[in-house]
């Protein structure tokens, strides 16, 4: 297993910047996942890493070594594609085995490596199919076994759980992190989905518009986050950010008579997550909008002064739409008003 | 889905019965004049032949040099030694120039398509006197090989074309994934790209084959000894201003198409699939 450094990488098509001075480091055996938006650049900086896409400015080291100018196949990483890419002309044995076969590998040698690696993804029964008679679950397996094969120092996943069902996305999250207990790989893992991102992750990079925008263990992203962005990106619902006038003590909101028991000075944006709010006898008063029941629990839409929030609670909820609630506050978040970033 | 009425489905069968008959009738009227004896023109318009004989097949077939060879063997062996090196050497070099052009960015890239497009605007009689001097410089009239060149250089800018567009609906994820498990440019070429193209391989080396084995024109141009004729200038030597053998004529008309028949039935499967790829993407 292999270290990945990225030192203060740039890429740029022309006069797009994608990647903008981009600097992490993923240690040996860490499970890293790159997390974003759609056009936030983290497919782009995978594929530098893979040796895809060529660097503009910054270095890439893989395992404490120079990677920018190595051909794919001479840096040691394994990728998996979000469309798996599987060779559609090769049986699943062929497919594991292809980079064995080019790596010259005597047939009974990589063969027995096939098996081996199809023995620890269950994938035995299927050697002898054709991609095109296998289902997305199953060749989801394959392409992480054509991947395990190699033996990398680094594995690469891009968005690897995508086009999976949701039951079998939950199945395979489960897979990937039993695999990466048992392989003690270094993974750099791109998703959009931060369920994904919180629950595979050793440590989280979350990027928008090419920059980093903060990097942490998901409860570091979850309790502490940097700026706005990464509060609104990582938890579900997304934070609720109210514009505020802080008071000392206590602060005011646009369109509410009755002061926050928050403290704080100047204009700053106050962060709320649903689960940190619950519906109390007394408290910030609110009128119920719409609610929506997930099962065990139900999001609350309350409107706020000029302000909508959503508030978690358990079910069964006792308040009807039009009914006025008060909200109680557990844990709050300060933000510059300005720049988004966090107030401490 | 309301099924379609008895009326619809009459007049759908009418009209496809109109046109198998119209597709047939011809090939039928030539098979009774092969199978017809004497050397006249048909003029009955009635297709089935009322008496059978082979004696037209075995003339034209049994032709012989005026050293006593076996002339009609010769003429065939040159034909198919003409069409399969065209279809060899046509998909060598449009193969490659089709993926370059579908994968790399290079100056003179959109210029090269055009100029591809451009030459086949033309006809193929346009290219007739240059062409003879070419070869003529290069000593290679009445030559197999010189109609080899000739007709393998025609036939690539359409097999660029067609290649190209089979190429630019295969994923590049497989490249990657290829170059990934560390494969050289050529071996994700070799074992991954041509592998997944034999549709379009197959359709487009046809075309260079029927190109090459109905020309006629440049054929008769640019060769001049029997022995060296192609089977087309045969057929035309059968039926010209002094002489019309008819019978003879669509007898050799049909052994000629045999070879192209089978090799449509053996590679039809691949004819439909390279056809209708990349009418879908993905």
Redesign the interface.
Known sequence: MATVTLDNLHKAYGETVVLDGVNVEVASGEYIVLVGPSGCGKSTLLRCIAGLETITAGELCIGGKRANERAPRDRGVAMVFQSYALYPHMTVRDNMAFALKVAKVSKKERYAQVDEAAALLELTPLLDRLPGQLSGGQRQRVAMGRAIVRRPDVFLFDEPLSNLDPALRGHMRVELKRMHRRLGATIVHVTHDQVEALTLADRIVVLDKGQVQQVGSPRDLFERPANVFVATFIGAPAMNLLPVIGEGETCRLEGLEQALPVSGTGAFTLGLRPSDMFLADSGIPGVVDVIESLGSEAMVHVTVGAHDVVVRAEEPVQVNSGDVVHLKLSTVHRFDGTTGRRLE | MRAPSWVRVMLVHLVLLVVTVAALYPVLWVLKMALTPGQSFAVDPWPIPQTVTFENFAHVINTETSEGGWLFGRQLFNSLVISLSTAAVGLALSTSAAYALSRFKFVGKEAGMGAFLITQMFPGVVMLIPLYLLLDTMNLLDNLLGLVFVYATTSVPFSVWTLKGYFDTL?R??E????????SRW?TFT??VL??ATPALAVTGLFSFMTAWNEFILATTLVSKPEQFTLPIVLQRYVNDYNAEWGHFAAGAILVSLPVVALFFALQRYFVEGLTAGSVKG
């Open positions: 994923p994820e497989l990657e994934a290829a170059m990934m498990d560390g494969a071996q074992q991954v592998p997944l």
